[in-house]
């Protein structure tokens, strides 16, 4: 029978035999996994990082693109968006350089691209070569990188000979293999662990699935089995611990010339740096890294991430049975507040000595929190003291643990009061979570802090030594102290209404400015309680919640 063209069916049969392959192989790649990371997810990751190009070449509104050259585009594109990992990374390039080669084939022909033959296979393939190298920073021997540039010099001497595609393939599988039971005598790790690379092992899937598509059959292939060289042998032979999590995300509007800039930075925080992708689509940036939140804030220098992916390394592992059912982790800062917090039931979360007033909690310290608490349920109150990004990268990292994590939005103590108040963990997560968010959301919230410098504000000039009164990003009252300014800013709250005030008193605050605020509600608040915690917060001298 006659060998099949790669044309544009040819070639979205090809990416679904290979999402195929790797849903067989998975977890055989997986158990290869000890480089750069011994974390169990290269075959895991390039499934999934195939499955989106295939999603993507096979979205309604591609379907009936028969030219061979915008299936490669979308495969491309769809690999790029959904990289999972170095590996995926790694093959999202091989995607791409497929679909530059035949993107300037059908240029240079100045017409429709038929099919893809072997000299355009073996170009793309050196190409994949390239992409990959520039991408990670560095060519390493013994890993992926080995395998396909074995791979493509097998294509390009077969191609020279006059070889259709589908023998040249053949010819691409046979030196993937050879290069591929060498992997263990260039990379010291490999040797130790008695494996072959399991990215290697990955793109020969991909080369027998395209075989399989060409000619009907794929080729026989033995499993690769881990065999150690010692019983005590470790994947990681560095000199530290290796690093915490895995950070990834797309990253929109960065020019060409800053992505080097960008790398070292990266670079400066952790290590198996990738950046991969072009301009038009975004690039898609990988990092191994123990400060999750920092990786994805250095982004924000150099455009815009989006599409962002932390997953604790090595968290396969280290799942465990949780022994609890649904706890809620506040954090909060000073003494009184975490007597307060947890008196109501809630795990807390305080800074570490030496961190800045008011406090900034790292992605770090909110994974190791929500950990510690043992529950498979978590309900955050950030309480203002953690930053979006780190929010975003404690919990994502979370779910790399098996932990259902839900971040209530409570922008101050008072507004996680108010949602502690009401929450039930006997109820469904999302009806408990959407009870606490709307009971937060119900809570309007304000401060007084003390000035420290003359400035001219929305409500008029101050002085240092100056009351502060501050809703949301404006000051609305300046008054000579702290009592008389809480009393002019509680007017302000109760004129919209308000059964009951919740005021904390901060570090170094006077118990009677809390007494003389009851006696004001009670003489010009009818209707309305106040009542008062000594917090010992720092930073703002009282925080306010009117419900």
Same mark, same amino acid.
């Not at 429709?112 to 520039?134: E, K, N, P, Q, S």
């Not at 043992?374 to 098996?402: D, K």
């Not at 240092?464 to 809703?471: E, K, Q």
């Not at 005030?501 to 605020?517: K, R, W």
């Given at each position: 029978?006659?060998?099949?063209?790669?044309?544009?069916?040819?070639?979205?049969?090809?990416?679904?035999?290979?999402?195929?392959?790797?849903?067989?192989?998975?977890?055989?790649?997986?158990?290869?996994?000890?480089?750069?990371?011994?974390?169990?997810?290269?075959?895991?990751?390039?499934?999934?990082?195939?499955?989106?190009?295939?999603?993507?070449?096979?979205?309604?509104?591609?379907?009936?693109?028969?030219?061979?050259?915008?299936?490669?585009?979308?495969?491309?594109?769809?690999?790029?968006? !959904?990289?999972?990992?170095?590996? %995926?990374?790694? *093959?999202?390039?091989? #995607?791409? +350089? $497929? /679909?530059?080669?035949?993107?300037?084939?059908?240029?240079?022909?100045?017409?429709?691209?038929?099919?893809?033959?072997?000299?355009?296979?073996?170009?793309?393939?050196?190409?994949?070569?390239?992409?990959?190298?520039?991408?990670?920073?560095?060519?390493?021997?013994?890993?992926?990188?080995?395998?396909?540039?074995?791979?493509?010099g097998a294509v390009e001497r077969s191609a020279a000979g006059g070889d259709d595609l589908a023998t040249a393939v053949l010819a691409a599988a046979h030196a993937a293999v050879t290069a591929l039971d060498k992997t263990p005598e260039q990379l010291g790790v490999l040797a130790?662990? !008695?494996?072959?690379?399991?990215? %290697?092992?990955? *793109?020969?899937?991909? #080369?027998? +699935? $395209? /075989?399989?598509?060409?000619?009907?059959?794929?080729?026989?292939?033995?499993?690769?089995?881990?065999?150690?060289?010692?019983?005590?042998?470790?994947?990681?032979?560095?000199?530290?611990?290796?690093?915490?999590?895995?950070?990834?995300?797309?990253?929109?509007?960065?020019?060409?010339?800053?992505?080097?800039?960008?790398?070292?930075?990266?670079?400066?925080?952790?290590?198996?740096?990738?950046?991969?992708?072009?301009?038009?689509?975004?690039?898609?940036?990988?990092?191994?890294?123990?400060?999750?939140?920092?990786?994805?804030?250095?982004?924000?220098?150099?455009?815009?991430?989006?599409?962002?992916?932390?997953?604790?390394?090595?968290?396969?592992?280290?799942?465990?049975?949780?022994?609890?059912?649904?706890?809620?982790?506040?954090?909060?800062?000073?003494?009184?507040?975490?007597?307060?917090?947890?008196?109501?039931?809630?795990?807390?979360?305080?800074?570490?000595?030496?961190?800045?007033?008011?406090?900034?909690?790292?992605?770090?310290?909110?994974?190791?929190?929500?950990?510690?608490?043992?529950?498979?349920?978590?309900?955050?109150?950030?309480?203002?003291?953690?930053?979006?990004?780190?929010?975003?990268?404690?919990?994502?990292?979370?779910?790399?643990?098996?932990?259902?994590?839900?971040?209530?939005?409570?922008?101050?103590?008072?507004q996680g009061l108010a949602a502690l108040a009401v929450h039930e963990p006997d109820r469904p997560a999302v009806d408990d979570g959407y009870t606490m968010a709307r009971a937060a959301g119900g809570t309007r919230h304000a401060s007084v802090r003390v000035a420290t410098e003359?400035?001219?504000?929305?409500?008029?000039?101050?002085?240092?030594?100056?009351?502060?009164?501050?809703?949301?990003?404006?000051?609305?009252?300046?008054?000579?102290?702290?009592?008389?300014?809480?009393?002019?800013?509680?007017?302000?709250?109760?004129?919209?209404?308000?059964?009951l005030v919740t005021v904390l008193l901060g570090e170094g605050v006077d118990q009677h400015v809390g007494a003389n605020l009851e006696a004001h509600v009670r003489r010009h608040h009818l209707g309305a309680e106040l009542v008062t915690y000594r917090t010992g917060h720092r930073?703002?001298?009282?925080?306010?919640?009117?419900?």
């Amino acid at each position: 029978m006659a060998a099949r063209r790669l044309d544009a069916p040819a070639l979205r049969d090809w990416a679904h035999t290979a999402v195929g392959g790797l849903v067989i192989h998975a977890e055989e790649i997986n158990r290869l996994n000890v480089f750069p990371v011994a974390d169990a997810d290269t075959g895991t990751n390039m499934l999934f990082t195939m499955r989106s190009a295939l999603q993507e070449a096979n979205h309604p509104a591609h379907r009936a693109d028969d030219d061979v050259e915008q299936v490669a585009a979308e495969l491309a594109r769809g690999a790029l968006h !959904g990289a999972r990992g170095n590996s %995926g990374v790694i *093959l999202s390039q091989i #995607l791409r +350089a $497929l /679909a530059d080669v035949t993107a300037s084939a059908a240029a240079d022909t100045e017409g429709r691209l038929a099919d893809i033959g072997a000299v355009l296979f073996g170009a793309a393939l050196r190409h994949a070569v390239g992409l990959v190298v520039t991408t990670m920073g560095e060519t390493v021997q013994g890993t992926i990188v080995s395998v396909l540039q074995a791979a493509a010099g097998a294509v390009e001497r077969s191609a020279a000979g006059g070889d259709d595609l589908a023998t040249a393939v053949l010819a691409a599988a046979h030196a993937a293999v050879t290069a591929l039971d060498k992997t263990p005598e260039q990379l010291g790790v490999l040797a130790d662990a !008695g494996v072959v690379d399991a990215g %290697g092992r990955g *793109l020969l899937v991909l #080369l027998d +699935a $395209l /075989a399989a598509t060409l000619t009907g059959h794929a080729p026989g292939r033995p499993e690769y089995v881990p065999h150690p060289a010692g019983a005590d042998h470790k994947a990681n032979t560095g000199d530290g611990p290796p690093p915490q999590f895995e950070v990834m995300y797309i990253l929109s509007g960065c020019e060409a010339e800053r992505l080097e800039a960008l790398r070292q930075r990266l670079e400066a925080l952790g290590e198996s740096v990738a950046i991969a992708g072009d301009c038009a689509d975004g690039h898609s940036v990988h990092v191994h890294a123990n400060d999750a939140g920092a990786a994805v804030e250095v982004a924000l220098s150099y455009g815009t991430p989006s599409r962002i992916q932390i997953t604790a390394l090595g968290a396969g592992a280290a799942r465990r049975r949780w022994t609890r059912g649904r706890a809620v982790l506040a954090v909060v800062d000073g003494d009184g507040a975490e007597q307060l917090f947890s008196a109501e039931g809630a795990h807390v979360l305080r800074p570490g000595p030496g961190s800045p007033a008011p406090p900034e909690i790292s992605a770090k310290e909110l994974l190791q929190a929500v950990i510690d608490t043992g529950a498979g349920q978590i309900m955050v109150l950030p309480n203002g003291y953690v930053a979006v990004e780190e929010l975003v990268a404690g919990c994502t990292a979370a779910s790399g643990w098996g932990i259902d994590v839900v971040p209530v939005p409570t922008g101050s103590m008072v507004q996680g009061l108010a949602a502690l108040a009401v929450h039930e963990p006997d109820r469904p997560a999302v009806d408990d979570g959407y009870t606490m968010a709307r009971a937060a959301g119900g809570t309007r919230h304000a401060s007084v802090r003390v000035a420290t410098e003359q400035a001219l504000t929305f409500a008029g000039p101050c002085e240092p030594g100056d009351g502060l009164g501050v809703a949301g990003d404006e000051v609305l009252v300046v008054r000579r102290d702290v009592g008389a300014t809480a009393r002019r800013l509680l007017d302000l709250l109760l004129a919209a209404g308000g059964e009951l005030v919740t005021v904390l008193l901060g570090e170094g605050v006077d118990q009677h400015v809390g007494a003389n605020l009851e006696a004001h509600v009670r003489r010009h608040h009818l209707g309305a309680e106040l009542v008062t915690y000594r917090t010992g917060h720092r930073g703002d001298a009282l925080l306010i919640g009117v419900e």
